[in-house]
């Protein structure tokens, strides 16, 4: 079939809107209509080869759709289910069959390989001579950046009906991975304490969810004030701009035992030595944000010894079936409100989203592709 596409064509270039050929759902996959995707910045970081991924090639991983056909061996997903698409693992290496599949041995392949697994590619495109050439799809694969997506079941979670599609798509993924690390990976306790280092959709993400867990002291960090008058709306009880005063100074003055938990978010070297400096006895800093290949972290070796815990975290812990109805029960009971970090775009405006969200002027970026209504067909 047909479908429109935001292809990458190299290094740092911006996305073209194209037209590609989508091969059919094989076995154990679903094609989904994509109703709205939302720009992580994982998508932003490919583009400009901060990982390597194959070029050319269609990224996207936070989308929202309708199923209009399912492959062979598909039995929980059928045509017509409201979906959102999350992070693929591959369901048999020892961290997925023990219940941890976001850190499945396989991760990177599935994710960035810019192919399935075993070298085949669904998106194609006509050259100039009229002869075939591959596109690289299955980007944490869904490749959603098009008009239809190709996901594996495993990375399929249906939604109820009556849900908000147009919103849902970050929930697979940065919405999914700061409420996560509150409530799957540091299990935040009533009365205790936080810092979320760097408030952007993660982080603000992560600001609700501890209000939901009834942390006490909820303290937001970064060096742009709108983001830290949104964090003090959305739970925060505590606000630091480290531009203009001392987090250290600051956090000690609001709590000066230590805290419970930290999290890290800018991927920063020096962000991650204060994390593990202000941490109370036996708490725990977990580190979120993705740092270029090969950075390191200078960290006082005896902060550790008091019982204190650094850890990192991938997608929040979270098993997407179980986890994402959850955010929605959530959100549909006014305690995750995370509608307040959006902004809407047309497709064709990715490449202008993204500068936003560059600038500071978006938190979370999601391209309406097509309406729930008004079904986009192919060609």
């Known amino acids: 079939m047909r479908i429109r596409a935001a292809v990458i064509e190299q290094k740092g270039a911006p996305f073209t809107i194209e037209q590609l050929e989508l091969d059919a759902p094989r076995a154990n996959e679903v094609l989904v209509r994509i109703v709205a995707v939302g720009i992580c910045q994982t998508d932003i970081h490919m583009q400009h080869q901060e990982y390597p991924v194959p070029f050319p090639i269609v990224l ?8 209009e056909n399912v492959g062979p061996g598909v039995s929980d997903i059928k045509p017509g289910d409201k979906v959102v698409l999350s992070f693929p693992s591959c369901g048999h290496c020892s961290p997925c069959l023990s219940g941890s599949a976001a850190y499945c041995l396989h991760a990177y392949e599935l994710c960035f390989g810019g192919q399935r697994l075993d070298g085949s590619n669904a998106l194609h495109r006509l050259s100039t001579k009229g002869e075939k050439e591959t596109v ?58 936080i810092a979320v280092f760097g408030v ?70 020096e962000m991650l030595k204060l994390a593990v400096d202000v941490l109370a006895p036996k708490g725990t800093a977990a580190l979120i944000g993705g740092a270029p290949l090969g950075t390191e972290a200078s960290i006082d070796m005896n902060q550790l010894l008091n019982g204190r815990t650094v850890r990192g975290i991938i997608q929040g812990d979270a098993v997407p079936r179980l986890f994402i109805p959850k955010l929605i029960d959530l959100y549909q009971a006014g305690r995750f409100p995370f509608d307040r970090l959006i902004r809407f775009y047309d497709f064709a405006e990715i490449n202008e989203a993204i500068e936003d969200i560059k600038k500071g002027q978006t938190i979370k970026a999601v391209l309406k592709v097509s309406t729930p209504l008004s079904p986009l067909r192919p060609w």
Not at 60 to 67: F, L, R
Not at 203 to 219: E, F
Request: proline share 4%; aromatic share 6%.
């Open 136 to 193: 690289h799809g299955h980007f944490f694969c869904q490749s959603s950046f098009a008009a239809y997506s190709i996901a594996l079941e495993s990375n399929v979670v249906k939604v109820p009906d009556d849900a908000p599609l147009e919103l849902l798509g970050p929930l697979g993924c940065g919405f999914q991975t700061g409420a996560g690390a509150i409530f799957n990976s540091l299990r935040v306790q009533v009365n205790s304490s």
């Open 60 to 67: 996207g991983h936070e989308a929202s759709g309708i199923v």
């Open 200 to 269: 952007g959709a993660v982080g603000l993400a992560a600001i609700m969810a501890a209000k939901a867990a009834g942390a006490s002291k909820i303290i937001a960090i970064d060096i742009e004030d709108k983001r830290l008058t949104l964090a003090s709306e959305l739970g925060a009880t505590h606000t630091i701009n480290s531009k203009r005063e001392s987090s250290s100074e600051q956090i000690k003055s609001i709590v000066p035992i230590g805290l419970d938990y930290v999290l890290e978010l800018t991927a920063r070297p």
